[in-house]
């Protein structure tokens, strides 16, 4: 339960007249670029939740297009991840998950299809508990499949240096955000001029690693918080930074962010780590978005550790309906969850086709849960 602290942090950032005046001067900014349409992107699936829970869409100027891009780890990982995962579990490990990633289908599996099989699956809350696990089974090999963005990345890093139980070795499924911004960013046809940058992620990397991004771009950054007034205020920043073509970095989370970031924790994270290329789920392949455990971390890197047989789960047939989810779309900012023909009747948070409505971050199941509140401006 918040404390009487919390609280009162919390209503300050809440306040409804603070509110109604951002939302006045963002129709001020609007009306003075004169534009029918403004795009900006937000990738952070905690964005997402406060704008949808909080009714944020409904306040904006009609002209203002809010929409959310690659910004759960769970709905980026791609499905030959999860098949790596599933595979380990065949050949008896004991593998370790979150549980948002437990329904997220694999080519032909999910990880919570591999438990109901027989395998030992388990669900993990942080690497901590997955230290706990495989001190508790000496005999068995666990496999900590280890997701999320740079953040949790950093966690995983940290318990590595730290040295890991001989039976526990890490699947890394960590991606990292910033190159895939871009990517997005740079896909033709794509209507995206500006960027709220996720301020939890920010808390590592710092602001200043996104300034060569907005300049090639020439785009507005913003990175913010996630209380309602955080986002409007963040939101208004970015419009008068598209009205006087600014393109540069801004931070609207001062009270956590700093332009270094936490160079400690960044530390960690590229002493353990590497980036490489590889495939976002249903997005692009996103050069040095996927990160990997370095040569030297080979005896915790379960990819080298075993021989991942993902062959031997190919006599089953993909689910026929995951071949209309467009998950892809929607992250890459083509498409919302409306477009999908499949969005609240074949595809629900308790069956899910794709992974975005699988994770509490992603946008297909935030929607779902709020009922479509994001579109409220439509009815209004
Ligand atoms: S890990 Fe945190 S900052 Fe990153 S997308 Fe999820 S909620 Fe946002
Ligand atoms: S509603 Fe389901 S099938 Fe459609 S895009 Fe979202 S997750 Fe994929």
């Known amino acids: 339960m918040a404390s009487p602290a919390e609280l009162a942090q919390q209503l300050k950032f809440r306040d409804p007249e603070k ?15 004169g534009r029918d349409e403004i795009t900006i992107m937000h990738v952070c699936g905690s964005h997402e939740q406060s704008i949808a829970r909080f009714g944020i869409r409904a306040v904006l100027p009609r002209q203002i297009s809010l929409i959310m891009g690659p910004g759960c780890p769970v709905c980026v990982t791609d499905a030959p991840e999860i098949d790596e995962g599933v595979a380990l579990a065949k050949q008896g490990c004991r593998v370790l998950t979150y549980g948002d990633m437990l329904k997220v289908p694999g080519t032909v599996k999910s990880l919570g299809d591999a438990q109901a099989d027989g395998g030992k699956v388990d669900i993990v809350y942080g690497v901590e508990q997955a230290l706990e696990i495989a001190r508790a089974h000496p005999d068995e090999e666990v496999v900590f499949f280890s997701s999320g963005f740079e953040t949790t990345a950093v966690a995983t890093a940290a318990a590595i ?65 996630f209380e309602p007034l955080d986002v409007l205020a963040a939101i208004l920043k970015t419009v008068e930074m598209i009205r006087h073509g600014e393109h540069d970095v801004a931070n609207c989370y001062p009270r956590c962010v700093t332009g270094p970031g936490n160079l400690p924790a960044q530390k960690m994270l590229w002493q353990v780590f590497e980036p490489v290329g590889g495939q976002w789920r249903g997005i692009a392949v996103i050069p040095d978005g996927n990160l990997r455990l370095k040569a030297e971390f080979a005896a915790v890197d379960a990819r080298r550790r075993f021989d991942i047989d993902v062959r031997s789960l190919w006599d089953y047939a993909p689910p026929k309906l ?31 086709v794709g992974a975005c409505m699988v994770s509490s971050e992603g946008t297909c199941k935030i929607w779902h849960q709020y009922g479509g509140v994001p579109d409220l401006k439509e009815v209004g």
């Open 161 to 225: 240096l730290r040295g890991l139980p001989k039976n526990l070795s890490v699947l890394s499924a960590h991606k990292y955000v910033p190159p895939a911004m871009e990517i997005v960013a740079g896909m033709p046809g794509s209507k995206v001029e500006a960027f709220l940058a996720a301020g939890h992620a920010a808390i590592i990397t710092g602001c200043d690693c996104f300034r060569p991004m907005a300049q090639k771009y020439r785009m507005p950054i913003v990175v913010t918080g």
């Open 19 to 33: 509110a109604r005046a951002l939302a006045a001067a963002l129709q001020r900014e609007v009306d003075a670029i």
């Open 322 to 352: 995951a071949e209309r989810c467009i998950c892809g779309e929607i992250m890459a900012g083509f498409k919302s969850p409306k477009d999908c023909a499949l969005f609240g009747k074949e595809c629900l948070p308790e069956s899910p």
